[in-house]
C-alpha cells in the first residue's frame, strides 16, 4: 500500500489544521494506522494510531483531547484533526500502515509510510 500525506501549512498558536493519509494499491481495510511525527533535531514520536476493524484509538499524552483521528468512508482516507495547535506541535507529520497485530505506539512496527507534511505552528 502507498501513502500519501497532505493538508500541513502554517497556523496560528490556538488555530487547527486536518491532515489527511491517501492509500492507494489497497484500502486501510485490515491495517492498523498510525500518526507520528517528528520535529528539527528529535526522534519520531507516535501521535495517534488504531486498528481499522477496532474501536479503540490511541493518542499521545501530548495531544489528548485536541487531536482526533477519523476514517474516511471510502477505506481510502484517514484523517487527523489537530486543534488548538501549539508551538510545540511543529513537525513534520507522517501516516503509516502495519498489520494490526503488536505495539501500535512504535514507529519500528510500521510497514508502510507517507511522506511528511509539515506543520509549522508560529505567530
Known amino acids: 500500500v502507498q501513502l500519501q500525506a497532505s493538508g500541513g501549512g502554517l497556523v496560528q498558536p490556538g488555530g487547527s489544521l486536518r491532515l489527511s493519509c491517501a492509500a492507494s494499491g489497497r484500502t486501510f481495510s485490515g491495517y492498523a494506522v498510525g500518526w507520528f511525527r517528528q520535529a528539527p533535531g528529535k526522534e519520531r514520536e507516535f501521535v495517534a494510531a488504531?486498528?481499522?476493524?477496532?474501536?479503540?484509538?490511541y493518542y499521545a499524552d501530548s495531544v489528548k483531547g485536541r487531536f482526533t483521528t477519523s476514517r474516511g468512508n471510502a477505506k481510502t482516507t484517514v484523517y487527523l484533526q489537530m486543534n488548538s495547535l501549539k508551538s510545540d506541535d511543529t513537525a513534520a507529520y507522517y501516516c503509516?500502515?502495519?498489520?494490526?497485530?503488536?505495539?501500535?505506539?512504535?514507529?519500528?512496527?510500521?510497514?508502510?509510510w507517507g511522506q511528511g507534511t509539515l506543520v509549522t505552528v508560529s505567530s
Open positions: 503509516a500502515a502495519r498489520n494490526p497485530g503488536g505495539n501500535l505506539l512504535e514507529p519500528g512496527g510500521y510497514d508502510y
Open positions: 488504531f486498528r481499522w476493524t477496532g474501536d479503540r484509538t
